[in-house]
């Protein structure tokens, strides 16, 4: 196996798994074309085999396989989509594996996992992140000899995800000015900047990580890989705490700018994904096109593509990804109330505080001891981010005790 990534490695990868991927379509989208002013597609890996580009590194890898390393099967560690394709994989080709995944992975993928791996798959869940369930996947392999799989840091994975950026650019019908990719360890975009930089080398290449998990923003500021003392769990498919080896290199010498983006700018287009253009995207799925929108003063003219990564969402998490994309756009609102414990406390609040389309979408009201005081948690949600300065003065005039809970500090993170 050799240890450097190239542009040949990568066609190669694309011949052993044309028979089982699909060449997923590179589509316009009207609404973020309007929003950039320029012509923008996406690359719409949520249509693929097991619903993400990672089938593409995973079936690569495993079909590069010796005999003797078949019979000694795979193990991996997944947020969810790298475990699908190491499932199908396995199921495909006749080889037993284990995917270990966190406890944080949405059910639906642990659902697809198990029903995609059949008989011959085993899923393992341990641990609260990524990082942890890959450390006890690599302890299983080293224990048993099993090839462990590696999701981004293995240059088999890397070709395989590399072939996205061959497609594009056989079914775009001119040249790629920009090209936005999401990152999480790296594997997908180290792989795309090596095929664009031999085959479109004017493109630009943006990566976009959560700023919640922007291990690579980390490692390109400390000059190699570092791990991050603690990750936003929320993006799951791109919340990897330590870069990969193999990407690093890569991307520092190839990729012109990583932007970090946040959670509720990702809640945002997921939101917009779905409602406008019928996307179903996980919030991985959205980075790149949301990072798209923040560069929105800096969007380039031409052609931008963005890759559209997985669509595993679980329907459950649409109520979180909503709270976050209210609070994102400033339509959301939490403070705490501190009410006198006599009559009329709360009335003067709903009458004197809040306005006409003012309303309370949380209310969580706890007694102390003290018989004087009672604080209670209150959610507000305008109908204009602009409402909020005149909010904030009523509330100044207030008689009660009124403290906003800022998106920035600890207790905010209790709420979403």
């Not at 040249?175 to 095929?195: F, K, Q, R």
Request: aromatic content about 6%.
């Amino acid at each position: 196996m050799s240890n450097t990534l190239t542009a040949t490695g990568i066609e190669e990868a694309a011949r052993r798994i044309d028979p089982v991927v699909r060449h997923t379509a590179l589509e316009e989208n009207q609404r973020l074309s309007a929003l950039l002013g320029n012509r923008t597609l996406l690359k719409r890996e949520d249509s693929q085999v097991c619903r993400s580009y990672k089938v593409r590194g995973a079936f690569n890898l495993i079909a590069s396989l010796t005999d003797d390393e078949r019979r000694r099967g795979v193990v991996c560690a997944s947020a969810g989509n790298h475990g699908q394709g190491v499932a199908f994989a396995c199921s495909r080709l006749g080889i037993r594996g284990r995917v270990f995944v966190p406890s944080t992975t949405p059910r639906q993928k642990r659902e697809r996992i198990a029903a995609l791996g059949g008989d011959v798959v085993e899923l393992v869940v341990v641990g609260s992140t990524y990082d942890e369930a890959s450390a006890a996947a690599q302890w299983e392999s080293e224990r048993d000899g099993a090839v462990y799989v590696h999701p981004f840091d293995d240059v088999r994975t890397i070709e395989g995800q590399g072939t996205v950026a061959r497609e594009i650019l056989r079914q775009a019908d001119g040249p790629v000015d920009t090209l936005v990719v999401p990152v999480g360890g790296g594997g997908l975009i180290s792989g795309i900047a090596v095929w664009m930089r031999e085959h479109s080398p004017h493109t630009r290449l943006i990566g976009a990580e959560p700023a919640g998990a922007a291990s690579m923003t980390a490692a390109l500021k400390h000059g190699g890989p570092v791990a991050l003392d603690r990750i936003d769990s929320f993006v799951d498919g791109a919340a990897v705490g330590k870069i990969g080896e193999h990407a690093f290199p890569v991307v520092a010498d190839l990729v012109d700018e990583v932007v970090t983006v946040d959670e509720g700018a990702v809640c945002t287009e997921m939101l917009d994904l779905y409602q406008t253009d019928g996307i179903i995207a996980e919030p991985a799925g959205a980075l790149a096109s949301a990072a798209a929108r923040q560069l929105l003063p800096d969007a380039a003219p031409g052609t931008t593509v963005c890759v559209v990564s997985g669509g595993n969402n679980d329907v459950s998490r649409y109520a979180e990804v909503e709270k976050r994309s209210l609070v994102h756009v400033g339509l959301r609102h939490y403070f705490l109330v501190t009410f006198p414990q006599q009559p009329g406390a709360l009335r003067h609040f709903l009458d004197g505080v809040l306005d006409k389309g003012e309303d309370i979408v949380a209310f969580e009201y706890v007694k102390k001891n003290n018989r004087e005081t009672g604080p209670a948690l209150v959610g507000i949600e305008l109908e204009r981010p602009e409402d909020l300065d005149s909010l904030l003065r009523r509330m100044q005039d207030s008689p009660l005790s009124i403290e906003r809970i800022s998106p920035g500090s600890p207790l905010f993170s209790f709420l979403l």
